[in-house]
């Protein structure tokens, strides 16, 4: 998947999994951060994550089985993305 | 992978906005997670378990006039649950205190002891043989009732598996310290950032086990309200979210002190989360707890107003 088709990914999980209103979705970008206590960011707390990483295992195929700290890969969209993308590569 | 009809869970249906009230549980600032009382209930270690736990009782006499407040909880709880009164009511409020010493002494002592010896302070274990037939990951489900802390350390030990327990961020530094360090397949996490539930996912992907203790309310939009005792009680939905979500057995496991001074681990019939039942199995672990909560009312150690726990 390209860069674009991960970002769709997402948006579209933000609105089918996570009930994010679209509008909001549509205004996501590559600088939008993810977790809660952030500033502007999206404000997912820790079971928008467990939504996400399933959607994530379920749209892109990739596995979240990690023994490193996973916190760094979701802290922003671009973040995700970009992980989402080695993983890719890397399998 | 999991399966796309999973995809309506019971996360979509609770309101965000709840997730940023600020409200905090209660028992945030419970005086009993104090590293002192870890100290001086460590500095007891050295005598023979008997004498420690006589001496622990005495403490637990002495503990119900130095915390007033806690103790008009635990009488006003303790009259929901039972339906005590007088100088029974009185009895049962006094034998918490007193469990509660015990059962914290033996937390910072005798559960430090080798996994493998933990088991002669058990008298019975039922429904641990379930544990053989489960493979890949899985959530321990426990509660502040008993000596939940051996509970959840004998599952890790039958089920053979790296164990990540989820604990309040201020609780780790005193648990680290006098309850385990990481090195017997146990790690204490954190919840200091919602993140957390990545390492969650990703330990119970690679079939290890999480453990989590399902009975106080965190004043999240994940609080579900659930009759206890006959009335409306917030209980964390998350635990059943996570199962839900990666297909995993919840396994509930109850170590409660009997009057030999011995433990009955109990690990009743795992809970299966199917999609969209997150709340009717948070519900039948309520009842469980309930049940267990009603044979040992005086092992129940939340000192706060379970039906009411938040605070603005």
């Not at chain 2, 996360?11 to 009382?37: I, Q």
């Not at chain 2, 201020?170 to 990545?198: C, H």
Request: charged content about 25%.
């Amino acid at each position: 998947m390209e860069t674009d088709e991960i970002l769709d990914a997402i948006k579209a999980l933000l609105v089918e999994r996570l009930k994010f209103d679209p509008t909001r979705a549509a205004e996501v970008t590559l600088d939008t951060s993810l977790p809660k206590g952030i500033d502007g960011s999206l404000g997912l707390d820790s079971l928008d994550f467990i939504e996400l990483a399933m959607g994530i295992e379920e749209r892109c195929g990739v596995m979240i089985d990690d023994q490193e700290d996973l916190a760094p890969h979701f802290k922003s969209v671009g973040a995700l993305v970009d992980f989402i993308t080695s993983r890719q590569i890397g399998a | 992978m999991t399966d796309p009809s999973l995809a309506q869970s019971a996360v979509a249906s609770l309101p965000r906005a709840e997730a940023e009230r600020g409200a905090v549980p209660r028992w945030y600032s419970h005086a009993y997670n104090r590293a002192e009382l870890y100290r001086l209930a460590a500095a007891m270690g050295w005598l023979p378990r008997p004498a420690r736990l006589r001496l622990a009782r005495a403490v637990g006499r002495v503990a119900r006039r130095l915390f007033p407040a806690e103790r008009a909880v635990v009488r006003s709880t303790l009259e929901v649950m039972t339906g005590a009164t007088g100088t029974r009511l009185d009895e049962l409020t006094v034998g918490v205190f007193r469990d509660f010493a015990m059962c914290f002494s033996d937390l910072v002592t005798t559960n430090r002891q080798p996994s493998t010896r933990l088991t002669a302070h058990v008298s019975q274990a039922r429904g641990t043989e379930r544990l053989e037939g489960l493979e890949g990951g899985m959530i321990s489900l426990t509660a502040h009732v008993g000596n939940w802390e051996m509970a959840g350390r004998l599952l890790a030990l039958r089920s053979a598996r790296p164990t990540h327990v989820v604990v309040a961020a201020e609780e780790i530094q005193a648990l680290e310290r006098w309850v385990r360090r990481d090195g017997d397949g146990v790690r204490f996490v954190p919840r200091t950032m919602p993140t957390v539930s990545l390492q969650l996912v990703a330990a119970l992907r690679r079939g290890e086990v999480v453990a989590v203790q399902g009975d106080r309310a965190l004043g999240t939009r994940g609080d579900t309200l659930v009759p206890f005792f006959g009335r409306p009680a917030p209980f964390p939905l998350g635990p059943f979210i996570l199962a839900r979500a990666l297909r995993v057995p919840l396994v509930p496991a109850f170590c409660m002190l009997g009057p030999d001074d011995r433990y009955t681990v109990t690990m009743p019939e795992p809970l299966a989360v199917a999609a969209g039942g997150e709340e009717e199995a948070l519900r039948a672990w309520v009842a469980l707890l309930e049940e267990t909560v009603r044979r040992h009312p005086t092992q129940w150690f939340n000192f706060f107003d379970i039906w009411n726990p938040i605070r603005g």
